[in-house]
């Protein structure tokens, strides 16, 4: 029995008392239905942007852990700092132009802000493609390989301000 059914039979069975009408109902549904479309859409568009962002960004690093902030976990991001061994970017700090940027590399350091840093140590070596948007964290014999997203939290971004990006 469908939902609007069930509806149905519950108004027919209280007549007059009844606290929604079909009306109210049927324009209810619609109302989710445009909100949950909306969400998709804007996900969507989200996603879209993101791509473009790591693709523009087209960063190929390598470097060694030099230190590992879990400290502000609400949102799962961290902060990762790094001694580059290689790249292929010397210099990007966008703190300028974006509100929301993946990383700062400045002075053969590079500052990164993402998810899935929970086996990452000190000392170990970290690889960033940005156009296959993976993050690899080598530690030993032992690799894990995580996404890349950009974070649009802003309490995140204000923590970080404040205890980092002191280069």
């Known amino acids: 029995m ?5 509806f149905q039979l519950y108004h027919s069975l209280l007549g007059k008392k009844a606290l929604f009408n079909l009306k109210q109902i049927k324009w209810f549904l619609l109302l989710a239905l445009f909100a949950v479309a909306f969400g998709i859409y804007d996900a ?13 960004l087209n960063l190929m690093l390598k470097g060694v852990v030099e230190s590992v902030d879990l400290s502000y976990i609400p949102n ?4 990762v700092k790094v001694s580059i061994i290689e790249s292929n ?3 990007y700090d966008p ?4 509100k929301y940027y993946y990383c700062i590399i400045k002075d053969n350091q590079a500052e990164f802000y993402q998810y899935g840093l929970y086996d990452c140590k000190v000392g170990d070596t970290i690889e960033v493609n940005t156009r296959k948007r993976i993050f690899i964290i080598k530690n030993g014999a ?3 390989i995580e996404d890349i997203a950009l974070c649009t ?3 995140f971004f204000n923590y970080v301000r404040k205890r980092h990006q002191k280069f």
């Open 2 to 6: 469908t939902i609007l059914r069930q």
């Open 44 to 56: 969507i568009r989200e996603n879209e942007e993101n791509k473009k962002y790591f693709r523009d």
């Open 76 to 79: 799962g991001f961290g902060v």
């Open 89 to 91: 970017k010397n210099f």
């Open 95 to 98: 703190r300028k132009d974006r």
């Open 142 to 144: 032992k690799s894990d």
């Open 153 to 155: 939290f802003e309490k």
